[in-house]
């Protein structure tokens, strides 16, 4: 129980870590919404190696943090819709057993912008913003590519050394 | 990377491009911009005069629009994140700005008056 509170907390405190490097990294490519999404490493890395109820917990706990630390309630509002799209996705894929860690973060990558489109269409109101969706959805399936590859290089090495 | 991956790679990709092909097939020069404010009918500028805007969303909020050379762009934004003020100049139509805090679209239209477009849509 401990262990398990102590590993859960330190996973939070790297994606919250993640999430703070991403944001203080200048990257504008004039779309907005497009970034590396780093802070997904850990919850795809925590969807294999610790389980589905840690890796939820991990990635609704760091939005909140970050969007209380960062942001505004706003920007919050719409990281937990991409964030809980992204996961439920991933969760589905994973499910499926038919993708590798690389198929799962990529359906995350491309389901985290689909969200976001999404509410920011309620949010203002207009469904002028799928303008956005081509330019999003190919930088969320680059990013899930790129984090997926991380994430099955880091699970294969730690389930070797605790074997 | 697995065959399954692979193809949901694919896939993927295939109906994202498709979307910006219909997109860019879609699109042509515009003639005015229309900015509203949330989701409401703020004003209707040409792109033909070369123009500064002051959009005053709510209190205190406000958004700065630029329109110079047939393209528009986000000059200055009372908000924090000044996401609006890094995106591209916008000149086609469909071409949109949008500033999330302040729920400020910029829309790039064609010449004739969408009044109906904007109650439907």
Redesign the interface.
């Known amino acids: 129980m401990t262990g398990r509170i102590a590993r859960n907390g330190m996973m939070i405190a790297l994606a919250f870590i993640f999430s703070y490097i991403e944001a203080i990294i200048p990257f ?1 490519i ?3 919404g497009v970034k590396l999404g780093i802070a997904n490493l850990v919850v795809v890395t925590a969807l294999y190696l610790l389980g589905e109820k840690e890796a939820f917990y991990i990635s609704i706990v760091r939005i909140v943090l970050v969007g209380f630390t960062f ?2 309630l ?2 919050m509002l ?1 990281s937990i819709a991409g964030g809980m799209l992204s996961f439920g996705a991933m969760l589905l894929g994973k499910r499926m057993k ?3 860690v ?2 799962v973060s ?2 995350g990558g ?1 389901f985290h912008n689909v969200g976001q489109i999404v509410v ?1 269409g309620f ?7 799928i ?5 999003l ?2 930088s969320g ?1 680059g990013t899930g ?1 790129i984090i997926g ?1 991380l994430g099955k290089v880091i699970i294969e090495r730690i389930n070797r050394s605790v074997e | 990377m697995n065959r399954n991956d692979k193809i949901l790679i694919i896939v993927l990709l295939i109906i994202s491009i498709f979307s910006l092909g219909l997109q860019k097939w879609i699109e042509e020069p515009g003639k005015q911009i229309l900015v509203t404010v949330n989701g409401k009918k703020y004003g209707q500028y040409s792109l033909d005069e070369n123009q500064r805007i002051i959009i005053h969303s709510a209190k205190e909020n406000e958004n700065i629009i630029v329109i110079k050379d047939h393209s528009a762009y986000m000059e200055e934004a009372s908000c924090q994140d000044l996401v609006c003020v890094h995106q591209r100049k916008v000149g086609k139509t469909g071409e949109t700005i949008v500033c999330l805090p302040n729920k400020v679209v910029v829309e790039v239209i064609g010449g004739q008056d969408e009044e109906v477009d904007i109650i439907t849509g």
Do not use: D, E, M, Q
Request: a positive charge.
């Open positions: 504008h004039g779309i907005p942001s505004n706003f920007s719409y038919k993708f590798s690389i198929g990529v359906l491309f920011a949010l203002v109101g207009t469904a002028r913003i303008y956005y969706f081509p330019i959805a190919i399936i590519i590859y």
